[in-house]
């Protein structure tokens, strides 16, 4: 792995990463433009900023298929490393457009890019010359519209459903089911293994949801997409979505996440109130490996 360069490298080899002690709106203000609040799934800026700095190096390249309004490229931009993204909706990828124009006036020193498009194909949208090239993944798929949503406090409260579209372009993962969700994820890892150096990093954060009650396990799917990949699962961390002071741990829910935890605690379910997620951590073999070939035929490359 490449040596951190955060400035407290004992931060970067614990599994546990404090990445809300700064709230979202205070870790994105002044450094992403205001129209970023429009997305209903952004990752909270320290993740992204820790991810790279605990496995890549200045000058190194760093990928997002999913880039929405870009967190990872502006993060991985003012660190000096290179980002590139890929976006299905011309919605967000216009903000992360701005997301990176604001970051170079601010001196960020890293270049930047946005792709629209289908990461299922990725391979196809990014230049061939950058196979092999990329050091890090970082990204997050889209979780399901039913655990997004928005609120604004102005003079009222405003409480909106903030779909990524009306919901019929399947191409957007946001709109399949998990197993089409899970399969359309590991076709956009495998476009991405074969973007990755060998013995790069793929970072994925992701936390399940409940349909109906039930819960919907989308971390173990995510570990299944890598694998199918050809990826392997190395490490297994949580990213704080609350802060740690005085040794507590202070959250910092939705107004959704509050509501449906305590629908559900009313029902005699008893859940308890998110407060990380899951991040999910997969390195690029060096080489690949031939197995031999079995008698049923089974075996091959992994
Ligand atoms: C969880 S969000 C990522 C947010 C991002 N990390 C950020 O901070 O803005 C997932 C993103 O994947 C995008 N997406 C969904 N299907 C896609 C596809 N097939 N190709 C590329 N992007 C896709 C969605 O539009 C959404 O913006």
Known sequence: ?????????????????????????????????????????????????????????????????????????????????????????????????????????QGATGRGGVIRGDATAIQSLVPAALAGQVALVVTSPPYGPTVHGHVAVG?????????????????????????????????????????????????????????RGELVDLPSAVIGAGVRAGLVPTER????????RDGQLVARPSFFQLRSVRKARAAG???????HEDVLIFTKPESSVQLPSTADGAGGRR
């Not at 997002?64 to 991985?76: F, K, N, R």
């Open 237 to 244: 961390c949580v990213a704080l979505l609350a802060a740690v």
């Open 269 to 275: 379910t008893p859940m308890h109130l998110i407060a």
């Open 155 to 211: 003079d009222e409260l405003d409480v909106r459903d903030n779909r990524y579209n009306d919901g019929s372009d399947k191409g957007n993962l946001a709109y399949r089911d998990l197993t089409g969700l899970a399969d359309g994820f590991a076709d956009i890892l495998r476009g991405c293994a074969t973007l990755l150096r060998p013995g790069g990093t793929v970072v994925v954060t992701a936390r399940p949801w409940r349909k």
């Open 1 to 105: 792995m490449a040596e951190p360069s955060n400035p407290d490298p004992r931060a970067q080899h614990l599994s546990v990463w404090a990445t809300a002690q700064r709230t979202g709106p205070v870790q994105r203000r002044g450094r992403y433009v205001p129209e970023s609040t429009a997305h209903p799934a952004r990752m909270l800026p320290a993740i992204a900023a820790h991810a790279i700095a605990a496995y890549t190096n200045p000058g190194d390249l760093v990928l997002d298929p999913m880039c929405g309004i870009g967190t990872t490229l502006v993060e991985a931009v003012h660190a000096g490393r290179d980002g590139i993204g890929v976006e299905y909706e011309s919605r967000w990828s216009d903000i992360a457009d701005a997301n990176l124009r604001h970051a170079r006036q």
